[in-house]
């Protein structure tokens, strides 16, 4: 193992004190995927600055964005002049216009990564608001668990936890139904109410490259359990109270009536039970 990659799903921090530990003992890499987690943090420690590097995303989908492009935060100084040089062409441009070498040339590997100043100008504007934005999300996100606690508490569906080392950016809200099939009929049913509920991402070991890679179906049982049961609802800026409702009683109504015989399932891995 030369790296671990952590992905900080739905702006949550993953449990850096102890991959921090396992890493330093073992002399290996932290990459951060904090592809969600911008303006989210870990005992009060920025997500995208614990690792040597942190990744981030301003894709449309993301909390700020500017539609495509991200950012790559050098934690360690002794990886930036080569983050430089990648960025740039795999050329020395960033030295020679610092006055370090009096010509600039190819070097090394590399692409064209830097983002336009279009782009950059329209995200600035909403990096500026970005703890308006997190507020504004936080009320969605307590909305949806305020409202849907009764029918955890009925065992019809699991509501997420944010533990109590992290401050969330409230990226996005997911449920966890008993079972797939529960899942994907809530997704057809909200999808015939006009509601654009979604599932998330298929496990990598079990997709087309990860098979050709050595990933095997059956060997991340948690991780391919949770896959098929999480549905996410809708939460952006400025989704209103009427619809947000709306989303909750058509899930509310499903439930209540559907065949939903089963008890939630408890995930192995998910046991901390703390109320936000
Ligand atoms: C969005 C996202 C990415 C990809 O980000 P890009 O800006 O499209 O490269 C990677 N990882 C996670 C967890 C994401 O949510």
Redesign the pocket.
Known sequence: TKVIVP?HYAGVSCEMDVLLTIARQRGIRIIE?A??GVNAFYSGRALGSLGDLGTY???E??NVSCG???ALCVNDPSLLERAEIIRDKGTNRRQFFRGQVDKYTWVDIGSSYVPSEIASAFLYGQLEQMDEITTRRQQLYHFYRTRLKPLEVEGLLRLPRIPEDCDSNFHLFYILLPDSSTRDLLLDHLKSQGIMAVFHYIPLHTSPMGLRLGGRPGSLPVTEDLSSRLLRLPLYYDLTKHDQSRVVECVSEFLSQSNVHSAVPVPALISADQEM
């Open positions: 992905v995927d592809a969600q995303s301003f894709h989908t993301k495509e492009g991200g």
